[in-house]
């Protein structure tokens, strides 16, 4: 038998897929949770998210979402924050949390046989963490030295300032760690308070997936979970971040963090967008993932395949409920900088309609999207955490499998349409984290004005 | 536990590895060959990496990206390169196997008449972009590269980093890149893993299809080469970085080797996680260390251990190395808790069980086996390899961290911020890496 190497061998159409059945059941207590089988590996997935991230920090407390997150395993009942690990360390189990702009995400894994004891122990460190004052003075001090050493990392120290100078005063202008201040201001009743108000069965979502029927699964949350009370008190928030308008107006196109002796510089272009909620959500991912979205794109092509600029340069929009940002992110060789973002800007005005989308690109943009789409959900760790998105950009359980025709249905006039209506070069706001010395020069010649100058804190 | 397979060998020496999954509608392709930079020279470092960019420029009979029309089928791809091998991978959706195979067999089998100048000095490039990113430009960067520097020979293929020497990048010539893959680019050095939704004779019929008229290749010597180290080694290097940072590097039994999965737990219960010795000493009780870490880098030729921890604001290296060195006498004297072990042995079972997850990718079924097939001539292995730790003792992680763990035959590297020279260890010479 010998291959035809003169032509690709053809693919076969796609092969069907389809999300598992997610049933939701209400607890003894009014918690509601969700649950998925997942039939592969003895393995069980639970997701805890709660409706609150960093974007519910207060203005004079950035930091209070993910310290108070951090500070959930830190003891519990008797249990010394050694002993939370070592309960979790002794079941194989995987823990891991996630702070994003609009929730706060907790995930354990663990054998099914074992699932009892990871489920308890979760419970345990959601709904009775014991929050001791030393155990908050230690990990205080550890975050402030961790925000010291991002202060090293040209990717850490672009992404502040970047989200800063998208966002200003914004309750999304800021990494979810917050600053030195801030962090100092905290007091360990802001997170008893912050625990009270956020960590409650009306602001939280449970997600159980992994190798067991779904009574069983549903079974399985009611013994940890069933006895957790909504506490007193008031649990509003104050005004979530997605609902709050961005009042933003600057004339800033460029601005630059001094890094001197770079060997690189860290860029970002952007500006914002609209939510997660837009009808024209499938059109932008199409859009995206023509100019910068995956390797074959055309910001990557140019930068790194075809000027050899960079390691790698990609775009994307980084969705939340309210007004999300879009940009481009690379590290380009110092002397490379401006004509980097010279070629950049290019593209990112070429896809508006002077070079629209041709049928090749097309076709590669929705299928990179749409034909892998099943590997999506190979473990129960990712079908749980999948439907826990669903939850939290209030999309409809059917919303797996209607992805594909949705993203398939998009033709190149739609992407010219999303491009002209969402992505507006005049507004674009270029940042360097680089040799500023070496570079200044050269910026100039971009005429996008002189540059504002930060530090590595703003 | 158990991770099973069908193993088929085509005459040319191509190794074909299959296992079924059919829980989802992909397939996890899988090469792997049997090279890395420990293959290369002195002088002549980061060829087995650059190649492996160049494997993705295109071949004869599809002469442009390599990811275009497998993107385009829905597949995710990637490679990547260590010391001892390099792989390659897709997950593809089940309609889109053999574009998978038509694709790495060219590759395999015809990449010569497409590498051209032009690609080869461009990826070069890349290459020293991505050393520039992911070492030079970024905290703490090159100190794994001072470690090795000190820990193996100048003639030792473990001296170097795979990503090679900035200027040994630069002097390569296009000639010196084809000779490397006529030597280690064929089906006598190749192993190909198919993991998921596809029947074994279908898998075994599809292998033979594209890669069996390929022609074999020899396969390459084995390296030989060794290293000891006879004192204890104090270097300084000055970094743009907030606070000191220590590195400890000892030599350690080679990947599978007696006491390599000693190590590997001794890793965990010294340095990683809230619950192992260092965490609980240098970072919860005496809060002088920011954070602390360790790993066995298990390799064929032979491994290194390192342990890491970085100083809190104002925390000395020398307290930092004191209480570190006093929990490892300790473990040298008394091993492992009964505690200690049993938790170990739960983890190493989840841990194993969670690596059955995935059909594809790094780690995936299908790089297991081919990790297992290369460096043990023995795909079946996994269930043996979990019982090496199932099978590790307190006794036997004590004897383990003696025979290797010695205060007199180790490199102690301080990582201090600029002009801070002095807060390294004592007796520490200032090396010079880049």
Do not use: C
């Not at chain 2, 990947?255 to 737990?265: I, P, Q, S, T």
């Amino acid at each position: 038998m010998t291959v035809d190497r003169s032509r690709l061998p053809d693919v076969g159409p796609d092969p069907a897929f389809k999300f598992p059945t997610i049933a939701r059941h209400r607890l003894g207590n009014g918690f509601q949770v969700r649950t998925v089988e997942h039939h592969s590996v003895p393995v069980v997935t639970l997701v805890l998210q709660v409706n609150d991230g960093s974007g519910a920090d207060p203005a004079d407390r950035h930091g209070l979402a993910a310290i108070t997150a951090d500070m959930l395993d830190e003891g519990t009942g008797t249990l010394s924050a050694i002993d939370v690990s070592e309960g979790l360390a002794r079941i194989g189990a995987e823990f891991d949390v996630d702070v994003a702009p609009d929730a706060t995400v907790f995930t354990l894994t663990t054998l099914t046989r074992f699932a009892d004891r990871g489920a308890a122990l979760l419970a345990d460190i959601l709904v009775r963490p014991s929050l001791r004052e030393e155990d908050f003075t230690r990990v205080r001090q550890m975050r402030l030295d961790r925000l010291r050493q991002l202060r090293d990392l040209p990717p850490a120290v672009a992404e502040r300032a970047f989200l800063r100078l998208l966002y200003r005063e914004h309750p999304y202008g800021h990494l979810p760690i917050g600053s030195d201040s801030a962090l100092r201001a905290i007091s360990l009743d802001d997170i008893r308070a912050f625990h009270a108000r956020a960590y409650r069965t009306s602001r939280a979502t449970l997600v159980v997936g992994g190798a067991l029927s779904h009574e069983e699964l549903r079974r399985l949350a009611e013994r940890a979970f069933g006895d957790w009370h909504e506490p007193s008190g008031d649990g509003a928030s104050p005004a979530a971040a997605s609902t709050v308008e961005p009042s933003i107006v600057t004339s800033t196109r460029l601005a630059v963090v001094p890094r001197e002796g770079a060997a690189q510089s860290e860029l970002r272009i952007g500006h914002l967008t609209t939510s997660r909620a837009t009808p024209d959500y499938p059109g932008l991912l199409v859009l995206n993932s023509v100019l910068g979205g995956q390797f074959v794109s055309r910001i990557n092509l140019k930068l790194r395949e075809e000027k050899g600029y960079t390691y790698g340069a990609r775009t994307g929009f980084d969705w939340r409920r309210g007004i999300s940002p879009f940009g481009l992110q690379a590290s380009v060789h110092t002397a490379a900088t401006a004509d980097a973002i010279h070629d950049s800007l290019s593209e990112l005005a070429a896809i508006r309609g002077s070079r629209p989308p041709d049928p090749n690109e097309m076709t590669l943009a929705k299928a990179t999207l749409t034909r892998g789409y099943p590997r999506n959900f190979e473990t129960a760790q990712q079908v749980a955490r999948a439907v826990a998105q669903l939850v939290l950009y209030d999309l409809p359980d059917t919303y797996f499998e209607e992805f594909v025709p949705k993203v398939n249905a998009i033709d190149a006039g739609e992407v010219t349409r999303v491009a002209m209506r969402h992505l507006d070069p005049s507004r674009l706001v270029t940042l360097v984290v680089g040799d500023h010395h070496a570079i200044a020069d050269s910026l100039k010649s971009l005429q996008l004005g002189e540059p504002l100058v930060l530090s590595a804190d703003q | 536990m158990d991770l099973p397979f069908t193993k088929h060998s085509l005459a040319n020496g191509l190794d074909v590895l299959v296992h079924e999954d059919h829980h989802v509608p992909i397939v996890a392709v899988n090469v792997w060959y049997h090279v890395g930079s420990k293959n290369e020279r002195p002088g002549r470092t980061g060829f087995a990496h650059l190649f492996e960019h160049l494997m993705f420029e295109g071949s004869e009979h599809h002469n442009s990206g390599y990811f275009p029309p497998l993107q385009q089928a829905g597949a995710l791809l990637n490679g990547s390169t260590n010391a001892d091998r390099t792989n390659y991978w897709e997950v593809v959706p089940t309609s889109a196997v053999d574009l998978a195979l038509w694709m790495e067999s060219d590759r395999m089998g015809h990449l010569l008449p497409a590498l051209t100048r032009e690609r080869f000095e461009t990826q070069r490039d890349v290459v020293l972009n991505e050393r520039r990113q992911n070492y030079e430009n970024r905290p703490y960067g090159l100190a794994v590269m001072a470690v090795t520097d000190a820990l193996f020979p100048p003639d030792h293929p473990y001296h170097w980093l795979t990503i090679g020497a900035a200027d040994d990048i630069r002097a390569m010539q296009l000639e010196e890149v084809q000779a490397f893959f006529r030597t280690y680019y064929h089906p006598a050095n190749a192993s190909l893993a198919l993991a998921g939704d596809i029947g074994t004779d279908a898998a075994l019929r599809l292998a033979e299809k594209y890669f069996g008229d390929i022609p074999a290749g020899t396969r390459p010597q084995p390296v030989v080469a060794q290293a000891t180290l006879g004192r204890e080694i104090r270097l300084l290097l000055e970094d743009r970085v907030e606070l000191p940072r220590l590195y400890l590097g000892w030599h350690s039994p080679a990947m599978f080797a007696d006491g390599d999965a000693e190590m590997d737990l001794l890793s965990d219960l010294l340095a990683n996680g809230k619950t192992s010795r260092l965490y609980r000493t240098l970072v919860y009780e005496r809060r002088i260390a920011l954070d602390v870490s360790a790993f066995q880098n298990s390799r064929e030729l032979g491994s290194f251990f390192m342990l890491v921890a970085t100083a809190g604001p104002g925390q000395s290296l020398s307290d930092i190395s004191g209480a570190i060195d006093a929990a490892l006498a300790e473990i040298l004297d008394k091993g492992p808790t009964a505690t200690e072990m049993e938790r170990a042995e739960a983890q190493a079972e989840a841990h194993f069980m969670y690596r059955l997850q995935t059909v594809g990718g790094f780690g995936g079924k299908s790089d297991q086996l081919n990790a297992y097939n290369v460096f043990r001539r023995d795909p079946g292995f996994f269930a043996r390899d979990l019982a090496r730790y199932r099978n590790a003792t307190s006794e036997s992680v004590r004897q383990a961290a003696e025979r290797w763990l010695r205060f007199d035959a180790r490199v102690a590297l301080s990582v201090v911020p600029r002009g801070q020279a002095a807060s390294a260890l004592p007796g520490s010479a200032a090396v010079a890496v880049s």
